[in-house]
């Protein structure tokens, strides 16, 4: 089929999140030829062409349906306020944008802010947190390098963001509030045609099942039969757990599914009930 709808994914070109972008399309099962320093390449194996671009103008791009669906940090959305829907929280590319002062300075409350001079590259997100709590300060925008600001006299404070917190440290500073959290997301275009939004449909149903199971793990193990109850009940599973006789006369194989967050908890009170030769499996996919 030579007009078959394409699904037009705009990722970062390079960058923190473009190894993670790929990778989720490699976990959706989706192929790209991808030659250096291309700017778009297409899937071989779904309806989909993805193009390379700089994270900041993605949502411009998006806005504008030169892409129908884009690859970029909360951050960036709402920094560039362009008009685009926000379809899917990706779990990657984590960091806070927060306020940072010199470590030698005090700060109790954003009310501290007064009158102070901020630089930062997100003149945007900080003008309305100033709004909505209300302070006069003066925002200097500046592109890179916002941490050495301070520094050289140029602002009293910076807001930046953060992940580790080692550029701040570098720089004799402290993170002082944190005024949004931010992950990479889906977003697309406030209305794309209906074979299009079909097509995103599908792939969101992919992304949910990579999601759900990168948070959740196979787990087997030997019970006591007469401690099934109390280890079934430990382990909801999907619906419920599937229990196999063992060989072995009074034993049991019990297998389930445990959240990675519920982990460590849950293996402590299954030894306490008398599990035994526990195994713990990552799941590629997850269909529920
Ligand atoms: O070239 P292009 O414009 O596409 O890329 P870019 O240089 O603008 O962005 P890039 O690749 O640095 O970041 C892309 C996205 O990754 C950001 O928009 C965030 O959504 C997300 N992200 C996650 C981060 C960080 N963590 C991060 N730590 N973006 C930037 N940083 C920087 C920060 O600005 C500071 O300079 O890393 C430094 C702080 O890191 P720590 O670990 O020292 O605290
Ligand atoms: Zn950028």
Redesign the pocket.
Known sequence: MINMTKLKLAI??????HEDSMNLLKECGISINNGVNRLKAEASNFPLEVFFL???DIPQYVEDGVADIGIV?E??VLEKEKKVREVEKLGF???RLSIAIAKEKSYNTSKDLEGMRIATSYPVIVRKFLEKNNIQAEIHEISGSV?IAPGIGLSDCIC?????????FMNGLKEAEIILR?E?ELISGKELKEEKEELLKKLRFRIQSVKKAGNNRYILLNAPNDKLDEICHLLPGMKSPTVLPLAEEGWSSVHSVVNENDFWGIIENLKANGAEGILVIPIGKMVL
């Open positions: 970062q070109k390079s960058g923190r999140l700089r994270d900041d940090g951050n960036v590319g984590k960091c941490e930046d963001l953060v992940s580790s917190g080692s550029t701040l931010s990479a």
